[in-house]
Nanobody, 123 residues
Framework: HVQLVESGGGSVQAGRSLRLSCSAS????????VGWFRQIPGESREAVAA???????LVAKSVKGRFTISRDNAKNTVYLQMDSLKSEDTAMYYC??????????????????WGQGTQVTVS
């Protein structure tokens, strides 16, 4: 069973940075893809960034050039570095992991393991 725990959210002013962390158990052995998604109340969950076990990364157009996904294998942790934050980045951010055959589609329904979420508020 894969457990994911996010941290690092908070309230910041526009233009500032935050780094989210996702600590995982075993996902490197059971999942070939880990990703970050975000959701605003009343709206669908959307993909922000993801990377597979080979290190291939995808980033949503809305955050390209501002957000970076990375991982530390030794710590079983995946990060989302968020720079130049905008008010429209305000959302609950979730870490997800699984081994979808077409992970690059970044469909939330393809991911079976989710963290509890961490709130990011940009004002």
């Amino acid at each position: 069973h894969v457990q994911l725990v996010e941290s690092g959210g908070g309230s910041v002013q526009a233009g500032r940075s935050l780094r989210l962390s996702c600590s995982a158990s075993r996902f490197y052995y059971t999942s070939n893809c880990v990703g970050w998604f975000r959701q605003i109340p009343g709206e669908s969950r959307e993909a922000v960034a993801a990377m597979d076990s080979d290190g291939i990364r995808l980033v949503a157009k809305s955050v390209k050039g501002r957000f970076t996904i990375s991982r530390d294998n030794a710590k079983n942790t995946v990060y989302l570095q968020m720079d130049s934050l905008k008010s429209e980045d305000t959302a609950m951010y979730y870490c997800a992991a699984d081994s979808p055959p077409n992970w690059w589609h970044l469909l939330p329904s393809d991911f079976g393991y989710w963290g509890q979420g961490t709130q990011v508020t940009v004002s």
